[in-house]
């Protein structure tokens, strides 16, 4: 028993060194951490026009700057604050401000903020907005961002309640359903061929359709931002099933049973059925280069020289029409690997699967 109890603390303090490093990271790159500025700022006699809510131009115009409305409405990698100009009563032009989603995501997105430029404020505020294919959190965090702009300038800045804030749309609900089949139905239920249903749902709905996984950008964002956790009902069940069930025994349950990359490798080799005998010492050399590799892009975080790293992970390739050509190689080029070596990526080189190691108290 005692034994037992030693290894759930292990397990707990394994994952809090773990929470720790990626608050670093997100301390050293946002100057956040759960949605709130560590920054100090220098104190004035008035907030900058840069903070303010609102500020009114040279020509009489209304501008209003998102950023203090909207800190629960995340993109991809976190706050999309927008700048909306208000004159006469319509919307004049709307800007966006600095943030930190993926350059190749955003731009698809970006193109939304043409939708409401010469509508009355009624009109915009009525207008239903989809989000881009391919580019659907940074999409959502625009619209969102929106709504709460056009609500403020309608002196209606009230807060959705957390029903308004459920997104019902047919993809959300299947992506939700899918991720909790992958969080039950392997708990009590094993055979191959429900496995293999469930790895092309994963692959499917959450990889294709949804464009729902975890990775170090995403996990960052949610670090730094917080989370708004009714709106964003499948990222957490993930993260749950990533970081809380190995704490009762139940390792790698994301990498098995939910990571649609990983289930796409699974899947290139079965179809294949080759297999490369690999030797034990190239496997241990591998897994050293895993390793050492996964230091070395932590450091990069850390020391903010080439963080961008994080925009390369194989993950995003899903989203294939916003997803850069390097990305799309490099997710191409490991599935292909995969029909003659088993996950090469998942057991070799992801940085995402070695800090959930370290978060299992596993040998790294």
């Known amino acids: 028993m005692k034994k037992n109890w030693n290894d759930k603390l292990s397990r707990a ?5 773990c929470l720790l490093m990626i608050a670093v990271v997100s301390i050293r790159r946002d100057g956040k ?8 700022q220098a104190v004035t006699g008035a907030k900058t026009a840069a ?9 009489g115009a209304i501008i209003i700057n998102t950023a203090p409305l909207a800190k629960d409405i995340n993109g991809y990698g976190g706050p999309v604050p927008l ?3 208000v004159k006469d009563g319509v ?5 966006a401000l600095d943030n930190q989603e993926t350059p ?5 997105a970006e193109q939304l903020l043409a939708r409401w430029r010469g509508k009355s404020l009624e009109e915009a505020a009525a207008l239903k907005v989809d989000a881009v294919s391919g580019a659907t959190f940074s999409s959502k965090g625009i619209i969102g961002n929106m709504e709460r ?14 029903w308004e804030q459920l997104d019902l749309s047919v993809k959300s609900v299947a992506g939700l359903l899918v991720a909790l089949m992958a969080a039950i139905v392997p708990l009590y239920y094993k055979n191959r061929r429900y496995r293999l249903f469930q790895q092309l749902l994963d692959i499917g709905v959450l990889g294709f359709w949804c464009g729902s996984f975890l990775s170090y950008s995403a996990i960052i964002g949610y670090m730094s931002n917080g989370m708004n956790v009714v709106a964003l009902l499948t990222p957490v069940l993930m993260l749950i099933m990533a970081f809380v069930y190995p704490l009762f025994g139940k390792k790698n349950h994301y990498c098995n049973h939910v990571c649609p990359f990983g289930a796409a ?6 179809c294949v059925g080759f297999k490369f005998k690999m030797s034990s010492r190239t496997a241990k050399r591998l897994d050293l280069f895993r390793q050492v590799l996964w230091a070395v892009l932590m450091l990069c975080l850390w020391t903010g020289v080439w963080a961008e790293w994080v925009d390369y992970e194989p993950f995003s390739a899903f989203i294939f029409q916003s997803a850069s050509w390097v990305v799309i190689t490099i997710a191409v080029v490991f599935v292909l690997l995969s029909t003659v070596v088993m996950r090469p990526y998942c057991r070799f080189v992801c940085p995402m699967g070695s800090l959930f190691k370290i978060s299992q108290h596993k040998t790294f």
């Open 13 to 17: 303090l394994s994952l809090l060194i």
């Open 33 to 40: 951490l759960l949605g709130h500025s560590l920054e100090k």
């Open 51 to 59: 903070n303010d809510t609102l500020r009114k131009g040279d020509d």
């Open 83 to 85: 700048e909306i100009t």
């Open 91 to 95: 919307v004049s032009s709307v800007r």
């Open 104 to 108: 190749d995501f955003f731009h698809e």
């Open 149 to 162: 702009g056009l609500q403020y300038a309608r002196k209606s800045a009230a807060q959705k309640s957390w």
């Open 265 to 270: 490798q699974e899947l290139a080799a079965k």
